[in-house]
């Protein structure tokens, strides 16, 4: 199942130019695999190759663009197994979470766009001007530039790829060069489903190289970003020297509002689920729980006990729920984060790295850390790991206000029973995704994306057509008339 060679470009494996790099399993710090970087001069070629394949996939017809995608989503279920082994080493996931979420959410997500590449809705064609019939054409915008995390490797490059494709651009994806592996399998499966050479192309490489060169490249149209908001920022102010489309989707730092009248046990078992899904690297997790105070103690001490139970282990076990993290600069960060935390706020569970077997990985311990300061680092910035902050609130107007008090917006919950904090809660915070009474389900048909710092634009559902097509109005005259009544504005004729 392991990619011989590290680049996928016009339809073909090949190894990078650049230098060598060790993919590591974060569960033991082993290597799964050692890649070639990409440089400058792979990018090129396939962006070459992706506007090569530009115009005979943006004329296909949906049916011929649907066929693919169908056929693409049955390869990936029938190497789901293999995916799921692949995806889970390299990104040190408990193979749990890759067979039941990260490979069938794929799957899912590729059978989606099949069926949606066949409807890009417009408005009707009609006279809107008693003169003229104006229709609406929906086109692909060209080659886009796609740059992604490492948390879902696989399902990023899924949310990258398939909107674009399914619209009828041609894609270039840079995965994050520690875990590039399944992004390439994903790739190279388009081209069994029978698209064409360079609809699909991966280079692997690192951010400052591959990645900068990929998004300022005058031959690529449009950049779509998912990963850290500091990132995003650069890469936009990139893409803006040459002033092309940019989609980002950042980071997040979603707030998990318990109101007085919620039922307290499924508060506590979806703020724990919420916070541990992905060993907490994941951008719409439960990272700020904020808790009506005449239930904060239970809610503290229900979190905490629950945590404790939570099973850490070697990523092969059906039976671990928790993994590593993603690498050890990543490890020693959220373990700087949560030790500055003691000095500040009340450890109620983990934050330790455990030793013995696990110690050769990147595990971190699940953490709870209550009455965390309002304005305190652990409040405010991503940590992007198994660590729920917990603060008390006193009325509903402190609970919204403390929600959206965040510089990002990409997901929240509210948990209560009472029908009016449901509408306000819906329409007071300021995320891209409110949950209510649950916290992290996603569905292929609805949109994923952030407000304010989080980013802009949408992937999944057919939402995520607005950032990868052009709206063009076509206007025909209706008259053949030389003289038209608005040219009198224009000039008068003797
Ligand atoms: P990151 O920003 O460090 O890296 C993301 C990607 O950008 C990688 O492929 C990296 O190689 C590349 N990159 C780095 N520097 C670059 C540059 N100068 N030019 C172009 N590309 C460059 O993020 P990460 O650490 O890989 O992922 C974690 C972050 O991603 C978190 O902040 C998380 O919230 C965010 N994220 C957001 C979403 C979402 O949908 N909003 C989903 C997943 C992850």
Known sequence: MLPPMHQYIGGQRRAGSGEPFDVLDPSTNEPVESVTLATASDVDDAVAAANAA???WSRATPGERSAVLAAAAQLIAERAEDLAHLESRQAGKP???AREFDVPGTADNTAFFGAAARRLDGLAQGEYSADHTSSIRREPIGVVGSIAPWNYPLQMAAWKVLPAIAAGNTIVLKPAEITPLTSLIFAEIFTEAGAPAGVVNVVTGTGPVAGAHLVGHRDVDMVSFTGSTGVGRQVMATAAA??????LELGGKAPFVVFEDADLDAAIHGAVAATLINTGQDCTAATRAIV???????FVAGVAELMAAVRLGPTGDPDTDLGPLSSQAHQAKVAGMVE???????IRCGGKVPLGDLAKGCYYEPTLVADVPIGSELWKDEVFGPVLAAVPFDDDDEAIRLANDTA???AASAWTRDTYRVGRASREIRAGCVWINDHIPIISEMPHGGFRGSGFGKDMSAYSFEEYTNVKHVMEDLTGAAEKPWHRTIFTLP
């Open 292 to 298: 009506h105070r005449s239930i904060y103690p239970d």
């Open 408 to 410: 990002y917006g990409l």
């Open 242 to 247: 040459s002033g092309k489309r940019v989609h």
């Open 340 to 346: 500055r935390a003691r000095n500040y706020a009340a």
């Open 95 to 97: 193979i749990r979470l």
């Open 54 to 56: 530009y115009p005979q």
